[in-house]
């Protein structure tokens, strides 16, 4: 009798299997339809924030609310990823694809390992995932998260085929390649958009010819039309024209008000405008906003161009949304304003309610207005 040793098959059969990069897919995918519907959820306030800072081009606010939601985003994750590899040692995606995270010694990793790993594949989707084309081009399958956190990524089912073609693999490698240098050359020109932005803005300052009014440059700049223009003329016109004692003294406080950047001196010159205007919108509290009843002067609509600005930022979509209306016949429509009217409305709209919380201060009811603006957009209701 012929006893054969097995012992060599013994060990290639306790020898870990990688988890093949095609399951790793499919298991990302799955552990992304999983976690989506969460982050939608919990990023759905700041996402509502986001697209009305873009629309009303705040760019102040916009990175504010992108950090957040990167924020959110990662903190979801990590939290989905470390129990779900803590507690069970796979994600459900790698579960269902017979994957199992384990540590070099076959058992189940700790939590600063599985923490680690959790935070650098986080940081790989930030990159494109670009990091991830490593999966094929090494034999044992191992990411760079994985060899950190000294953790891997095995498959409990034999796979066979899972080499690439040669071919293929340098096509991958050329891809990988020229992905990364698109990287650096967007970083290097968003870097040089950012530095060289100031000179364009000097450069338009000097050639720009100021041959109207005032309340014309503060009307346009307030209405979004040509804003660097429009500013560059206020001040130059504000400061070879600004006497206390001349008639034109209201309409330049209000214009230094308009254009100054310190928050102090923006209230010191708000001040001296009312102590001048007590009746204008401006220097007034709960300011009734009636279509019908409501009548406008040149400086009436500066006061509520200025009202439409802070509601902007506030994003105050009703507030916007009524004084567009009363001003849509005052004004040189543009598309920016345009803009404003239409995702005010369509805010308002999503919200469902026919009378939204700050209609309380506006006599004039949300029927109205929807009904004027959708006949101005020759919209059927």
């Known amino acids: 009798m012929v006893i054969h040793d097995l012992s060599e098959d013994i060990s290639s059969q306790s020898k870990p299997n990688p988890a093949p990069y095609l399951d790793r897919f499919f298991a990302n995918v799955i552990d992304f339809l999983i976690l989506a519907p969460v982050v939608s959820l919990f ?3 700041i996402n509502n924030d986001l697209r009305w800072a873009v629309f009303s081009k705040a760019s102040n606010e916009v990175y504010p609310l992108v950090f957040q939601y990167v924020f959110v985003t990662f903190a979801l994750f990590i939290l989905y990823e470390t129990m779900f590899i803590y507690f069970h040692g796979a994600t459900p995606g790698h579960r269902f694809l017979y994957m199992r995270v384990t540590d070099h010694a076959g058992g189940r990793p700790q939590v600063l390992p599985t923490l680690f790993r959790s935070i650098f594949k986080f940081q790989a989707i930030l990159a494109a995932c670009i990091p991830f084309m490593e999966i094929i081009m090494r034999g044992d399958r191992s990411t760079f998260y994985d060899r950190l956190a000294q953790t891997q990524l095995i498959s409990l089912r034999k796979t066979k085929h899972d080499q690439i073609h040669p071919e293929f693999k340098k096509i991958i490698v050329r891809w990988t390649h020229t992905s990364i240098i698109f990287f650096f050359l967007m970083a ?3 870097f040089y958009k950012t530095v060289s932005s100031p000179k364009v803005d000097s450069l338009v300052k000097s ?22 223009e429009n500013l560059n003329c206020a001040r130059e016109l504000v400061e070879k024209s600004f006497d206390g004692a001349n008639s034109q003294a209201a309409i330049n406080y209000l214009a230094q008000y308009v254009t100054t950047n310190n928050d102090d001196l923006k209230e010191s010159y708000k001040n001296k405008y009312c102590a001048m205007q007590t009746d204008k919108l401006l220097c007034q509290t709960n300011v009734v906003l009636d279509y019908d009843k409501i009548k406008l002067d040149d400086e009436d609509v500066l006061n509520l161009l200025v009202d439409m600005n802070q509601s902007l930022a506030k994003n105050d979509h009703t ?6 209306d009363i001003l849509y016949t005052h004004l040189d429509w543009n598309k920016n304003l345009e803009l404003y009217y239409m995702t005010s409305y369509l805010f308002l709209n999503e919200q469902g309610s026919r009378s939204p919380a700050s209609e309380k201060n506006l006599k004039v009811g949300w029927d109205a207005r929807k009904g004027r603006f959708l006949k101005r957009m020759s919209v059927k209701p």
């Open 207 to 228: 050639k720009t010819k100021c041959a109207e009014s005032l309340s014309f440059y503060v009307k346009n700049y307030l209405s979004k039309s040509r804003e660097t």
């Open 188 to 190: 290097g020109l968003v």
């Open 319 to 324: 507030r916007v949304f009524a004084i567009l």
């Open 43 to 45: 990023c759905g306030g």
